[in-house]
């Protein structure tokens, strides 16, 4: 069973860049049935699909974030990553990377890490 | 952009059968992907490609799917079934979420 970890710095300054990884173990990143994905919930909120990617090099964006978002995959580490930059505090959430097949749900899930973003 | 919509809460007497409804427009013509949420955990899969099952989610999770709602419906609740319930679908390469349901069980 693929199991995923986040990490990264947990408060990150207005204006500035986030950034998390997630480890991808008890498998293989470069799994071609896979895609990668970051996921997003604001406290007391719903959930916000971040973007996507895959070890072909494709990826996928929420177009609200589109402009702000980089997801990249490290296949030697078995890792892949979020850049979210010129955050503000409405960017403060807990940050969940998850995996699943294409056009089917998402079937494994970090435990997920809150980020907040503040002065 | 596609929406989806869910009613922010739905309540079932122990026992009975609970349905959670995800709306959108001709939703009947996507895969619909259920996820249950219990506070400070992270989502689980429940129900994938509008009516499967994942390997250990219990029988009395059930999904159907067609024209403008899909719905879950969890037969003979039990107070570990309280929880958030989000629906998910995937549109033109991106995936949208449901707002969220939050199932009580009384």
């Known amino acids: 069973q693929v199991q995923l970890q986040e990490s990264g710095p947990g408060l990150v300054k207005p204006s500035q860049t986030l950034s998390l990884t997630c480890t991808v173990s008890g498998g293989s990143i470069s799994s071609g049935l896979y895609y990668w994905s970051w996921i997003r919930q604001p406290a007391g909120k719903g959930l916000e699909w971040i973007g996507r990617v895959h070890t072909s090099g494709s990826s996928d964006y929420n177009p609200s974030l589109n402009s702000r978002v980089t997801i990249s995959v490290d296949t030697s580490k078995n890792q892949f990553s979020l850049k979210l930059s010129s955050v503000t505090t409405a960017d403060t959430a807990v940050y969940y990377c998850a995996s699943g097949i294409a056009a089917a749900g998402f079937d494994n899930w970090g435990q997920g890490t809150l980020v907040t973003v503040s002065s | 952009s596609y929406e989806l919509t869910q009613p922010l809460s739905v309540s079932v007497a122990l026992g009975q059968t609970a349905r959670v409804t995800c709306g959108g427009n001709?939703?009947?013509?996507?895969?619909v992907h259920w996820y249950q949420q219990k506070p400070g955990q992270a989502p689980v899969l429940v129900i994938y490609?509008?009516?499967k099952r994942p390997s250990g989610i219990p029988e009395r999770f059930s999904g159907s799917n067609s024209g403008n709602t899909a719905t879950l419906t969890i037969s003979r609740a039990q107070a570990g079934d309280e929880a958030d319930y989000y629906c998910?679908?995937?549109?033109?390469?991106?995936?949208?979420f449901g707002g969220g349901t939050k199932l009580t069980v009384l």
């Open positions: 001709n939703i009947g013509s996507k895969s």
């Open positions: 490609r509008d009516s």
């Open positions: 998910q679908v995937w549109d033109s390469s991106t995936v949208v």
